[in-house]
């Protein structure tokens, strides 16, 4: 993960309005500006959301893992929590469960480096109100922030997308949700990587793990859905729109 906040020009994230309407973020009853709560286990990216967005919204706490993110969000009631789908102790969907079950009218808005389909409708399944990636720039994530805490939903073009094919069954929520549970989430991020094509030893860099243990991971990949090869994997993965 990246604390660079630069918008990707090959896949920009249009949220709906131009960056500028990011201007106003502030809460036309009260003119306070938004509250948040950032929940990501990488500190620098914390830091970096923080700068980004700090002199247009109130950070109320950060979060590393599940538990941690819970308590200071059931503490600190933000106006919306920024929430990464991966996360120490059970990822983002069991922050959104346990925290709803206290606190049903609490906001959050999904932020990632994932684009897959099954991050993208299992948090939204989960109950957030929107799912960027973390290529979005610092104004367009500040109108987002605004957007979802009005009641809003805000989707990137490709992310939007996977929801309504959801909605409209060209994705089958269930088999997705079956065939994935078998997986470990770290299992789950392996096994995208080989299927849009990555070598052992560029999978070992992106997830900061050894060749050998990636190997190890395949392995257990390719048992649990009962592939024989990375060939067959790469077709899983994309007829069920997880690449």
């Known amino acids: 993960m990246s604390g660079d906040m ?83 102790g059970g990822g983002g969907t069991e922050v959104l469960t346990r925290v709803h079950q206290k606190n049903p009218d609490q906001k959050f808005l999904a932020l990632s480096v994932s684009d897959a389909a099954e991050d993208v409708i299992g948090v939204i399944r989960a109950g957030a109100r929107g799912y960027v990636t973390k290529s979005i720039s610092g104004p367009e994530l500040i109108d ?42 770290r299992e789950r991020e392996v096994m995208r990587l080989i299927a849009r094509g990555y070598a052992y030893k560029e999978v070992a860099k992106e997830l900061f793990i050894s060749i050998k243990t990636v190997e190890t991971h395949v392995s257990s990949v390719l048992r649990k859905l009962q592939l024989s090869n990375r060939h067959q994997l790469t077709r899983w993965a994309t007829d069920r729109r997880l690449v």
């Not at 306070?32 to 109130?58: L, N, Q, Y």
């Not at 805490?149 to 073009?157: I, K, L, R, W, Y």
């Open 144 to 185: 987002a922030i605004r957007r979802v805490a009005e009641g809003d939903a805000v989707f990137s073009p490709r992310l939007a997308g996977f929801v309504l094919d959801a909605f409209s069954g060209a994705i089958d929520i269930a088999s997705v949700d079956e065939d994935l549970d078998r997986l470990s989430p």
């Open 6 to 88: 630069t918008q990707d020009q090959n896949q920009p994230d249009t949220l709906g309005r131009p960056s500028e309407a990011a201007e106003d973020t502030a809460d036309p009853r009260s003119n306070k500006p938004r509250s948040v709560v950032i929940v990501d286990d990488h500190a620098m990216f914390r830091s970096g959301v923080r700068h980004e967005i700090g002199t247009r919204c109130r950070v109320l706490g950060e979060a590393e893992d599940v538990d941690a993110a819970v308590q200071v969000i059931l503490r600190t009631n933000p106006d919306v929590v920024l929430l990464d789908v991966h996360l120490p």
